[in-house]
């Protein structure tokens, strides 16, 4: 892996010396490719320190998408991915509280509890976590599986965000699984920053979301996401494929900054925060 932006002085002592260019000017080299510890990646991907009143919620996307805009192939986003956006993705999960996941998603790509990760434990120790963090589901139906380890054995109770319309007794089969229902719309449906606002009043104020398409998208759409960690795949998949946002489009295109890029045989791990 590479560090391609922000070049700093340890990037910049990583070119080979004399390398020229055209006209033999001197231009920097190829940076060392090598395989970043865990703790590299966590001081790469670390949430930023928010203002001295203590944390605010920051709510951070992290996606893969193929270079023609694929998110998935064949319905799921695994044959587009690579053995180091996995070390990426577990990596982003183990700084975050939460991790926020539609109820499509945790169906199509047979989502688990997260796990205690012996490497990040002083980590998580030291920011004041606990051992893994939480999957919180967004569904209006509660429509799902609660006989999944998901529900019946997370190291920590499995959220579910829905609206205040939800079916009683499905809301019921949930919390008798184990599962804690967090009410955050009027409707059938979530509000997005309602959501923000009721996982920070339970303490989870560094906030992942994993997707799908369409909860992405509606979380651009409430202008609520901080921060987009794009994994872009060197491939080509063509067909009908979703893009890592659907939905409604904006009546203005919001603009993101990037803040960092490394790149690990042909991917390139982006990372583009709100300006």
């Not at 990583?14 to 510890?37: F, I, K, M, N, Y």
């Not at 829905?162 to 009683?168: D, K, L, R, S, V």
Request: charged share 20%; hydrophobic share 45%.
């Amino acid at each position: 892996m590479r560090r391609l932006f922000p070049v700093t002085d340890e990037t910049a002592a990583q070119a080979p010396d004399g390398a020229c260019g055209a006209g033999g000017a001197s231009v920097p080299g190829p940076l060392v490719d090598r395989e970043w510890t865990l703790a590299e990646l966590a001081a790469a991907y670390a949430y930023p320190e928010r203002g001295p009143g203590g944390r605010e919620p920051w709510l951070r996307a992290n996606m893969v998408a193929t270079l023609d805009g694929a998110a998935q192939h064949e319905g799921r986003s695994q044959p587009i991915s690579s053995a180091t956006d996995m070390r990426v993705f577990g990596t982003l999960r183990a700084l975050a509280d939460v991790v926020v996941v539609g109820a499509e998603t945790v169906r199509q790509e047979g989502y688990r509890p997260a796990r205690a990760r012996e490497e990040f434990a002083a980590l998580r120790a030291a920011a004041g976590q606990g051992p893994a963090p939480a999957i919180a589901v967004v569904t209006a139906s509660l429509e799902l599986d609660f006989s999944l380890p998901l529900f019946t054995s997370p190291l920590v109770p499995t959220l579910i965000l829905t609206g205040a319309a939800a079916a009683p007794d499905r809301v019921a089969a949930a919390e008798k699984a184990g599962a804690r229902v967090v009410v955050a719309g009027d409707g059938m449906g979530i509000d997005p920053p309602r959501a923000v606002r009721a996982l920070a009043e339970l303490g989870h104020t560094r906030l992942l979301t994993e997707g799908g398409p369409r909860l992405l998208g509606q979380m651009v759409a409430s202008g609520v996401l901080d921060e987009l960690c794009l994994t872009v795949s060197p491939m080509l998949t063509a067909g009908d494929a979703q893009r890592i946002a659907g939905g409604p489009s904006i009546t203005v295109p919001q603009r993101f900054a990037l803040a960092g890029l490394l790149e690990d045989e042909g991917f390139l791990f982006s990372s583009y925060r709100r300006q």
